[in-house]
């Protein structure tokens, strides 16, 4: 079976750091690039990050350049969002995907094939 856990969410309080995981079973992730989305309540979901099968490419939305890293460890089939300086704006269930074109590097939430259940982060004093 196919799936996709997040951990790592939680409170935070501006500018800080977290550091989110997602593990992969079933999935070898040398086939699969991956991606990380948010949703805020009440907004649409958001492409953050994504990165190629490879670790090649990697890709960030404007609003998270600078500040977030995605990186995969394929041997422990996990993907990892680090998230610096976080700002409230941050707040949103994030939610890992898995995207068949391994070579690709996608933001785009209609190319996704798998989806995990997501993991709350918020960002407030």
């Known amino acids: 079976q196919l799936q996709l856990v997040e951990s790592g969410g939680g409170l935070v309080l501006p500018g800080g750091s977290l550091r989110l995981s997602c593990a992969a079973s079933?999935?070898?992730?040398?086939?699969?690039?991956m991606a990380w989305f948010r949703q805020a309540p009440g907004k649409e979901r958001e492409g953050v990050a994504c990165?190629?099968?490879?670790?090649?490419?990697?890709n960030y939305a404007d609003t998270v350049k600078g500040r977030f890293t995605i990186s995969t460890d394929n041997a422990k089939s996990t993907v990892h969002l680090q998230m610096n300086n976080l700002l409230p704006e941050d707040t949103a269930v994030y939610y890992c995907?898995?995207?068949?074109?391994?070579?690709?590097?996608?933001?785009?939430?209609?190319?996704?094939?798998?989806w995990g259940k997501g993991t709350l982060v918020t960002v407030s004093s």
């Open positions: 995907a898995a995207d068949s074109l391994p070579g690709w590097c996608r933001i785009d939430y209609t190319a996704m094939d798998y």
């Open positions: 079933g999935f070898d992730l040398d086939y699969f690039a």
């Open positions: 990165i190629s099968s490879s670790g090649g490419r990697r």
